[in-house]
């Protein structure tokens, strides 16, 4: 049994690795050749100065993501995709706030995309996906804390070594609904060089260095929202915006495992409580329309943050 029980889980995940190689082989998902399974993360951002009245404390950032995907294949021009993560931020510091005020702050995300991907002939085709978000401070968890969202995109491959997707993508957020013009790129620019990302929520201009080692820049930036659940602000909600701009390092470890370093800046960064009643009419990206809404806490300067991420990577 101790000799066959290692030999069948590795039969296993060979069946399910395949699967899923020519599930993403059939679609052209991913022109890169390969896709991130799974990632797991850890993020710690520098200790950083608070503004007035609290300007000589410091605020330490701390987060957590994990994600996974699995795309199962229905026919040769049908997909459907599956993507999940799970993140979590946290502010601490030694400061001894207003009951009304979320000391520390601790939230929590789980957002799905789950959907169609359709192509059509001439290198075209859709992706429509349902993408609901679950995000929460963990107390008095329930309904409220569900966020409706979706992301539409045409696809266009202009050549082998590019593809681009348009569209949008829609959240419900706690402080209004939500728009974000997206464009999506796969672009092998040539043997060394590339450019992947759904701009402008996140992307990579990537050099392949060596045939086990890549290197270059990344970005990543989204507004999310936190339902608070503490008897103190229940109802209230944490807004929490960053863009972060990182020089990152990919290694290969063994096999499909990876190890990624990032080290960057952290432009921009707020979390922002509000009352429940204070929302914004409408948002484009960063564009607000009407936001008259005033913070019940303070907020401490963007800085310097480091991540460190595990990635199971499928080549096919």
């Known amino acids: ?97 207003l009951s009304g005020i979320a000391n520390p702050i601790n939230t929590h995300g789980f957002i799905l995309q789950t959907g169609l991907y359709q192509k059509f002939g001439n290198g075209q085709g859709i992706q429509l996906l349902f993408a609901p978000r679950f995000m929460t401070d963990f107390e008095n968890a329930g309904g409220k804390n569900f966020q409706i969202g979706g992301i539409v995109m045409y696809e266009k491959r202009f050549h082998d070594q590019l593809m681009l997707r348009f569209g949008a993508l829609y959240n419900q957020e706690l402080g209004g609904p939500f728009i974000v013009p997206i464009v999506y790129s796969d672009w092998q620019i040539n043997s060394k060089w590339s450019l992947v990302g759904m701009w402008p929520i996140f992307g990579k201009l990537k050099y392949q260095a060596r045939e086990n080692f890549s290197t270059g820049i990344s970005h990543f930036g989204l507004i999310t929202s936190y339902r608070l659940g503490h008897p103190d602000y229940e109802g209230d909600y944490i807004e929490r915006t960053s863009i972060d701009l990182a020089w990152f390092g990919r290694i290969r470890l063994s096999g499909n495992f990876h190890l990624e370093g990032r080290l960057g800046y952290a432009l921009g960064r707020s979390y922002q409580q509000f009352t429940k009643d204070q929302t914004v009419p409408f948002r484009i990206s960063i564009i607000k329309f009407g936001d008259e809404r005033v913070a019940k806490n303070y907020l401490f300067d963007p800085g310097p943050v480091v991540n460190l991420r595990l990635v199971y990577n499928l080549p096919f």
Request: charged share 15%; glycine share 6%.
């Open 1 to 97: 049994m101790s000799i066959l029980f290692p030999e069948l889980i590795f039969k296993t995940m060979k069946r399910i690795n395949l699967t899923l190689m020519f599930s993403c082989f059939a679609f052209g998902l991913y022109a890169q050749g390969s896709i991130d399974l799974l990632t797991i993360s850890g993020r710690y951002g520098f200790p950083q100065n608070y503004e007035n009245p609290y300007q000589d404390q410091k605020a330490t950032e701390t987060g957590v993501l994990v994600n996974a995907k699995l795309p199962i294949r229905f026919s040769e021009s049908t997909i459907w995709y599956n993507d999940l993560t799970y993140t979590n931020f946290r502010v601490n510091n030694d400061i001894q706030m």
